[in-house]
């Protein structure tokens, strides 16, 4: 079992360097608002980094590594609860692989087939606007995915950080305004190609002799590719099976979990307290929705401490983090073994982001999960 | 008769010309389409509409970083009482209708600086609004059902039939923002008249079967405990409800959309008007405050709680049917105003009835408010002991039935006169024959007016009260035995019974009030000690606090000290307060014990015994026993 810490900085990390890609690619691409000189002009900044064996290298090893992370923490789940956050990213990340395989391949044949041909930026958005507006529809789609993705998972990550208060003001409005000016700078882009190819035929007659041979090369790739999905889609299947399994597993194994208040859920075995609760709809905080990131799911273990696994390294650097109490659990990260427990709610159901970023403020309060109704 | 079969007939004959054209049609328009989105024009469209969605979906998310807390702390609530379920819920369903409605606005206006291709402008905002209709839908049902969370449903429903109201209520909203967006896009965007036919006979077929479905499907399932409640089957609502269903689809086909909106209006308010009593009263029936009230209180509660929910259920009657005359008058496209001005008599005068029915109601609403609330106090006092203890209570029985009448008269004639007003009947003369006859009225029987004022305001004023020993001005006095409009009974003391009308009663001066003060005289031998008897009264006053039977009428103990010397005679007043009404007895009983008690300390009264020196020649001659003159 490698160490929870470790897999989930691993994951953070290539999501990263993914998402610092896809800001240079629609950075570039918001530059089409200006022209598309600019955006060539702009492109040894935003893209050839990533051109070269190093940054390719890189790229790539980080995609393997988020993809497969991202699958092996599915097949990792233990139950059905999730926030609506966590299905949005599941779909999302288990939609990107296909979407963006045509576009991988079709890029790296173009650069391959004439170096000069890819790079002119306005020659490849030629080809999308007006030649095979089929790529152009998938290359939308992808980025709204692919971004949505990385934008749920960059939110999720820095609103639990202290620093929030700080960059929040500026992060949250770029998250919102990059694609969007990327999709403006996109379709005036296009405009001015399509502008292009009216008035200069010498252009076009340059890309659609191009165009022939490249697409010819791209149809030869077709079956590879619908053969790397249907790898994909065989891997996830597996790794569906693989959750599925698990969760039949351990289902003729009830256990309960009893809250402060006299509120109960039955459960299956192996699950964490979060979930048992969840799937019995107990009100319980989980704003990082079960990563064991924000600690607002803690309680104190009151009877049969020793039905729940042990402590994980995880679970021990959050606890400290947010200055919990001695017997304190993260809800989500212990998980009932035996016959069932007794647990106090450490923070009140509605505690949100900043009982992680500044767990101080959230001490002193919320020994209960009942609160008085507002007034 | 023959007007409306022909028109039925054209209507079958469009529906067929639809449904043979509709596929040649759908072909082309499929065509041009496909052409038209494989191109440059089609890029952009689909650009701008992904544009369309960022922003709105950035715009909720926006918010929802800020309400989100909220919501989870409304949800996280345990609400106590019926009015916390309803606040709670209605601030939930203000923060999801809130993010819905950002979203749809951000994404129309945001439509409204993009340079679109022609027609897809008014697609992506008939979809916007199309998903608004559903995500709408959605919050207020799942505010009003509340799938899962049972202490948080605002209506009656059994648990066993939420989801498959969930889905419905989906369903429906999902094909009636179809059926309103998406043809009139396919006629005018698309050009493509007899394809928006045939959509709008697929939706509405489907809508009305999925509601038959639901009407049979669980409607139609009796709850599983119906032998153990050994109940009687209730009334199979699935048919009515599949007929209704039906009318309404077959006014459809045969009629026209604006009748069919009309029926199922009529139906929806039929069934709201069924429904709502229950509806209303879920909320009073104790569901929630099982703990709260201890046994003894919960009928005097239950009494309390009936007249809120009168109220209530008569204001939501008059609101479902307001709102369904108002949905009526939109389903046939009804210019209004226009009509309200148009100087057509009979559309005047059913504008008129309109007015008065609404009156009608409005009055209805105020009396059951009245009604409810007196009889519920006079409940509340219950009839009343004529020889117990003077209730304060007592004058309301007279007062509030004289209130109740008061207030169905005066309702009763504000009715007449608003409704004559409102139907265009001059009532000036009628009100200026009133007055006149009011004024004749008034001299005749000024008499009794004023009795009748001053007696309300002895009432009002709580001068006294049946029980009360009372002394008017006019020298008159004893107990109040019965209090009228006009008289007040008295009862003397030694029989008589006085019926004083309430203006001659004058200065009014309650025996019977607060506490009595009672001083007595004790005369003692001038020899005795002042000091010892202070002592000795205040410990029989202290005793008298302690015993039974009078301890609990006195208010302050027996004192006493000496007040006056007389020749031979030390006289101590002695003083105690007491509850109205009890002197007599306490100062009884206090002279008893004052004596017993004198007598073991070897005191005796002042027996007027003096002392006379008479002089004879210089002999002094002392007699003694000789009585004081």
């Not at chain 1, 600690?295 to 983090?321: F, H, I, M, Y």
């Not at chain 2, 209605?90 to 979203?103: E, I, K, T």
């Not at chain 2, 201890?294 to 009168?310: D, E």
């Amino acid at each position: 079992m490698p160490s929870k810490t470790l897999l989930r900085n691993l994951r953070l990390l290539s999501g990263l360097v993914l998402m610092a890609f896809v800001v240079g690619h629609l950075s570039n691409l918001v530059l089409g608002l200006h022209s598309v000189a600019a955006m060539g002009a702009a492109r040894w900044l935003l893209l050839d980094p990533w051109r070269n064996p190093v940054g390719g290298g890189l790229l790539a090893l980080c995609a393997v590594v988020h993809t497969v992370l991202g699958l092996y923490a599915i097949s990792a789940r233990r139950s059905w609860t999730m926030s609506r956050t966590d299905v949005v990213q599941l779909v999302l990340g288990l939609l990107t692989p296909p979407m963006l395989i045509t576009h991988v391949v079709a890029t790296s044949i173009a650069s391959d087939f004439d170096r000069n041909f890819q790079f002119a930026y306005g020659r490849m958005l030629a080809v999308y606007w007006s030649y095979a507006p089929k790529y152009a529809f998938q290359q939308l789609f992808v980025v709204m995915i692919v971004w949505i993705h990385g934008a749920l998972g960059l939110y999720s990550w820095l609103v639990l950080l202290p620093a929030w208060r700080r960059i929040g003001g500026v992060v949250l409005p770029v998250l919102f305004a990059v694609p969007i000016l990327a999709l403006l700078g996109f379709a005036e882009s296009g405009r001015e190609v399509l502008q292009r190819l009216e008035s200069d035929p010498a252009w076009k007659s340059l890309i659609v002799d191009n165009l022939r041979p490249i697409s010819a090369l791209v149809a030869q790739t077709e079956s590879a590719q619908n053969q790397v999905v249907l790898g994909y889609v065989a891997l996830v299947v597996l790794v569906l099976m693989v959750m599925l399994v698990r969760m039949l597993h351990a289902r003729s194994q009830p256990v309960r979990v009893d809250y402060d208040g006299g509120e109960f859920a039955l459960g299956r075995r192996g699950l964490s307290v979060l979930e048992i609760g969840q799937a019995a709809q107990v009100a319980h905080a989980h704003v990082c929705a079960g990563r064991g990131r924000c600690g607002t799911c803690r309680v104190q273990v009151e009877q049969g401490a020793e039905s729940l696994s042990p402590r994980n390294d995880l679970e021990e650097a959050t606890l400290a983090r947010v200055q919990a109490p001695p017997g304190a659990r993260l809800g989500c990260q212990a998980r009932v073994l035996g016959p069932g427990v007794l647990v106090t709610r450490l923070l009140p159901a509605h505690a949100d982001a900043s009982a992680a970023r500044e767990p101080a403020d959230w001490i002193a309060d919320g020994a209960s999960g009942q609160l008085e109704p507002a007034p | 008769m023959t007007d409306w079969l022909l028109a039925a007939k054209l209507r079958m004959d469009a529906l067929g010309a639809d449904l043979a054209q509709a596929p040649r049609e759908w072909n082309l328009w499929i065509d041009a389409l496909a052409t038209s989105l494989m191109s440059g024009t089609g890029v952009r469209a689909v650009t701008y509409c992904l544009i369309l969605l960022l922003i709105g979906g950035s715009v909720e998310w926006l918010f929802w970083t800020y309400a989100y807390g909220p919501l989870r702390a409304l949800q996280a609530t345990l609400a106590r009482s019926a009015r916390q379920v309803l606040g709670l819920g209605l601030r939930r369903l203000l923060l999801l209708c809130s993010g819905v409605l950002l979203f749809t606005g951000a994404s129309i206006a945001a439509s409204a600086v993009l340079s679109w291709p022609e027609g897809v402008q008014e697609a992506a905002v008939a979809v916007c609004l199309w998903l608004m209709v559903v995500r709408l839908a959605w919050a207020f049902a799942e505010v009003l059902l509340a799938p899962g969370r049972s202490a948080r449903r605002l209506v009656p429903v059994r648990a066993d039939h939420v989801p498959w109201l969930m889905a419905t209520v989906l369903l429906v909203a999902f094909f009636g923002g179809a059926a309103r967006f998406l043809p009139e896009l396919v006629e005018q965007v698309g050009h493509a008249p007899h394809s928006a036919g045939v959509l709008r006979l697929t939706l509405a077929t489907l809508t009305a079967l999925l509601l038959l479905v639901a009407a049979f499907g669980f409607m139609g399932r009796p709850p599983r405990s119906v032998l153990a409640q050994s109940r009687l089957p209730a009334f199979p609502r699935s048919f009515p409800a599949a007929a209704l269903v039906l009318l309404g689809y077959t006014v459809w086909l045969l009629g026209s959309a604006a009748l069919a909106g009309v029926t199922i209006i009529v139906a929806l308010v039929l069934v709201l008007q069924m429904v709502l009593r229950d509806a209303v009263f879920f909320f009073w029936s104790g569901r929630w405050d099982k703990s709260a009230s201890p046994a003894g209180a919960a009928p005097a509660a239950a009494g309390a709680n009936q007249l809120l929910p009168q109220i209530v259920l008569s204001a939501s009657r008059f609101g479902v049917v307001a709102i369904g005359l108002g949905a009526c008058a939109i389903a046939l496209d009804t210019p209004l105003a226009e009509l309200a001005t148009r100087q057509g008599p009979l559309v005047r005068f059913a504008f008129s009835l309109l007015g008065v029915a609404a009156l009608a109601l409005l009055i209805n609403l105020v009396w059951i408010a009245i009604r409810s609330a007196i009889d519920q106090r006079l409940a509340s006092i219950g009839p009343l002991d004529p020889h117990g203890e003077p209730n304060p209570d007592a004058r309301l029985l007279t007062l509030l039935p004289l209130l109740r009448v008061s207030a169905a008269m005066v309702l009763v004639v504000m009715l007449v006169l608003s409704s004559l007003w409102a139907i265009g009947i001059e009532i000036t003369p009628l009100l200026a024959g009133a007055g006149v006859l009011g004024l004749a009225l008034g001299f005749g029987a000024q008499a009794l007016v004023r009795d009748v004022i001053a007696g309300i305001f002895f009432l009002a004023e709580d001068a006294f009260r049946v029980g009360e020993y009372i002394e008017s001005g006019t020298t008159t006095k004893g107990t109040v035995e019965r209090i009228t409009l006009r008289t007040v009974a008295l009862r003397h003391h030694n029989g008589p019974l006085h019926f004083v009308p309430y203006g001659s009663l004058g200065t009014v001066r309650n025996n019977s009030r607060d506490w009595v003060i009672e001083k007595f005289n004790l005369p003692l031998p001038i020899d005795v000690d002042s000091e010892t008897v202070r002592k000795l009264i205040k410990k029989v006053g202290e005793a008298m606090l302690q015993d039974e039977e009078v301890g609990h009428m006195l208010r302050e103990p027996l004192k006493g000290k000496l007040s006056r010397i007389d020749p031979g005679v030390k006289i101590f007043r002695c003083k105690f307060e007491t509850v109205p009404g009890k002197q007599f007895d306490v100062r009884a009983q206090a002279i008893k014990r004052l004596e017993a008690a004198l007598k073991a300390a070897g005191i005796g009264f002042a027996d007027g015994r003096q002392t006379v020196y008479l002089q004879r020649g210089g002999e002094p001659l002392l007699i003694e026993g000789a009585r004081p003159a």
